[in-house]
């Protein structure tokens, strides 16, 4: 990646990609121009990735007053390649990442640029919570509660790193190279560089000052068929480049011996019958309380699958639905 040299006074540069879902796109765009922040601060990046017919005229005005430019990519080429293109037409000091599917809460930019001011060198994540339209489910409730939502504010595991609500000095973006490419199906991108910037030496920081409201979910079913996508097309690559995730990624019981029991007890617990059998009560649990730790299994065991699958290793068993 080139480094351009930052603009004067320019601060951050907000990367936001979209695909195939304007209106909330404009919701994010208006939610950013009501940021209370000196003129000049910040500045939008939007990249669309792949949208047919995507249509930038109205953004600017959506904006509005800061200043917003928008790339547009012919084809679909991933999440990694289209926050990598907001990174190299960034101009601001420091990245703020933003999803597409999100709108920031009052404070959201000036508490990405104090933590900046005060922490140089370091990442932030933001807090995370669901819009009030989406439903109250034991599986939403769940994922507001991991992450970073774990810990208070401060240093938090590099792994908690992710992409919907952070920010990272431009500097060291280039330095790292952005996200990797080569992952461009659902999941892990954010984790694959939250990884190198902890061998970086860059702290991750939890930064609950910076709100943000996400407005789209995946039921379960969804849900597990993304970890299983991640699991075989994103997680090979990644336990290739960075053996030490395996272990991050509780793959570790696959290097054991053959007669150790950390072998084949998690092989056990990747059975067809069982992985479906707590799924389908799962997927219609609705609003009532379900054990988090069930939600962990689920999460481990479609990324594991699909990611044995890919390695062309046996699964312990093929019976079951797979759908």
């Known amino acids: 990646m080139t480094t351009p040299e930052p603009v004067g006074g320019l601060r951050l540069s907000v990367v936001l990609p979209t695909y195939r879902a304007p209106e909330l796109l404009a919701a994010a765009l208006r939610s950013l121009a009501a940021q209370d922040v000196a003129p000049g601060m910040a500045e939008i990046i939007v990249v669309d990735d792949g949208s047919p017919g995507f249509d930038p005229s109205p953004l600017p005005g959506l904006a509005a007053p800061l200043p917003m430019r928008s790339i547009h990519f012919e084809r679909n080429r991933g999440r990694a390649a289209a926050r990598n293109a907001g990174i190299e037409s960034a101009r601001g000091e420091v990245v703020v990442f933003l999803d597409g599917d999100m709108t920031v809460r009052p404070g959201f930019l000036s508490a990405h640029d104090a933590f900046h001011r005060q922490s140089p060198g370091c990442a932030a994540v933001g807090e995370i919570r669901w819009g009030p339209e989406i439903p109250d489910t034991a599986l939403t409730r769940y994922f507001a509660s991991r992450g970073v939502a774990r810990f208070e504010p401060g240093p938090v595991p590099f792994k908690c790193f992710v992409t919907g609500n952070s920010s990272v000095p431009l500097s060291i973006l280039h330095a790292l190279g952005g996200f990797d490419e080569g992952l461009s199906a659902y999941g892990g991108e954010d984790l694959e560089l939250g990884y190198r910037l902890h061998l970086h030496g860059v702290p991750v920081h939890s930064l609950p000052g910076a709100r943000t409201l996400h407005h789209s979910w995946r039921p379960l079913a969804a849900t597990c068929r993304a970890m299983e996508t991640y699991g075989r097309q994103s997680l090979p690559r990644m336990?290739?480049?960075?053996?030490?995730?395996?272990?991050?990624?509780?793959?570790?019981?696959?290097?054991?011996?053959?007669?150790d029991p950390r072998r084949w007890l998690p092989r056990m617990a990747l059975w067809g019958p069982l992985y479906h059998g707590v799924r389908w009560p799962a997927e219609r649990m609705g609003s009532a309380p379900w054990p988090s730790i069930l939600y962990d299994y689920l999460c481990w065991a479609g990324r594991t699958r699909g990611y044995l699958q890919a390695r062309g290793r046996d699964m312990p068993s093929r019976a079951g639905p797979e759908g």
Not at 242 to 252: E, I, M, N, Q
């Open 239 to 259: 336990v290739d480049t960075h053996p030490d995730l395996a272990s991050v990624l509780r793959l570790g019981f696959m290097t054991r011996g053959l007669l």
